[in-house]
């Protein structure tokens, strides 16, 4: 029993390190625009989104940042709400956190991250897909 106890564990730490965690470096990736692509709840059911009306504008200055909701005109410009959601980002157990503050008060884990996709996980285990957002130029003729 012992041994196969090891295994699991072995095993574990494997999928673990194979998990590329996200480098101090590598934040700065979060800043831009985003727009959500799916959501996946607790017992594995998806929620696709196709058509978003408002895409997330985050911006961030080392490990403070904010987000902000944007709404894309036809024209490339942004109306946007004058709210912004702050937060720090916070490394803890080798994962990335987002603690916001206010009446948002919650914390977002930092799944994974590169140039085009980002993820995270919130407390009560959903996570949330968002992919680059490509702002359309409709001048560009």
């Keep these: ?11 574990l730490t494997v999928i673990t390190a194979c998990k590329s965690s996200i480098q101090e470096g590598e934040i700065s990736r979060l800043e831009g625009y985003w727009e959500i692509t799916k959501v996946v709840f607790q ?31 036809l024209n490339g410009r942004y ?5 912004a959601a702050q937060f720090k980002l916070i490394q803890k ?18 799944l994974e991250l ?11 285990q959903v996570r949330y897909y968002y992919k680059r957002y490509e702002p359309i130029n409709i001048n560009d003729e």
């Design 43 to 73: 017992d594995g059911t998806t929620k696709p989104y196709t058509v978003n009306t408002t895409v997330d504008y985050i911006g961030i200055d080392g490990f403070n940042g904010y987000i902000k909701k944007m709404k894309p005109g």
């Design 114 to 124: 590169d140039s085009l996709e980002y993820a995270v996980k919130d407390q009560g």
């Design 93 to 110: 157990d080798g994962l990335w956190e987002m603690h916001f503050e206010g009446d948002q008060k919650s914390t977002l884990s930092l």
């Design 1 to 11: 029993a012992m041994q196969k106890h090891l295994y699991l564990l072995l095993l």
């Design 79 to 83: 109306q946007t709400s004058n709210k």
